[in-house]
């Protein structure tokens, strides 16, 4: 298999999601074995910004963040754990370069399209290892590693170690295992 072959290839390390509660708020997200994922997102999953603010728009409908980046940020002294920063899938074998919008992530029987960069907000003040005090300094460790939006291409169900596959500009880089 090509080096670039791999470069595409990962697997879900972990799903997230949180359902609405009163008076909490998202962060951070439970790990589930497994999800579905509908048009609108990850089923059973509430964001109160992309709801309330954003109206729930369809280019926020699931977070990506790759554990690799989880483990560089634990290397800098910010013990952050999956599910943390609020994202849905956690990947593993995958860049957080390889992220980028247009790139199409199949993963289980789900379709995404990677649509946007998620901005870090203050409600990573919230996580217990950051506070008020070091929130300022936690945004600006997270600008250009918050995770990645994408949109539903396809809906499909989707299991902690599924594989994954990028697809740059609508053709597959590697075969479906």
Known sequence: ????????????KALHR?????GEHGLPKPEVAEVTVDRAGIVGDFNRYRHEERR??????VLLIPQETLDELNREGW???SGDLGENITTEGLSYAAFQPGTRVRVGGALLEVSKACVPCDNLHLLPYVGRQRGPE????????????????????VHTTDPIELEVGGSARATSP
Do not use: I, Q, Y
């Open 1 to 12: 298999m090509a080096a670039e072959d791999r470069a595409r290839r990962g697997r879900v």
């Open 18 to 22: 949180k359902a609405e509660v009163r």
């Open 56 to 61: 729930d728009d369809p280019d926020m409908a």
């Open 79 to 81: 013990p952050v754990r």
């Open 138 to 157: 936690f945004l600006k460790t997270m600008l250009g590693r918050r995770g990645w939006f994408a949109r539903v291409l396809r809906e499909g169900r």
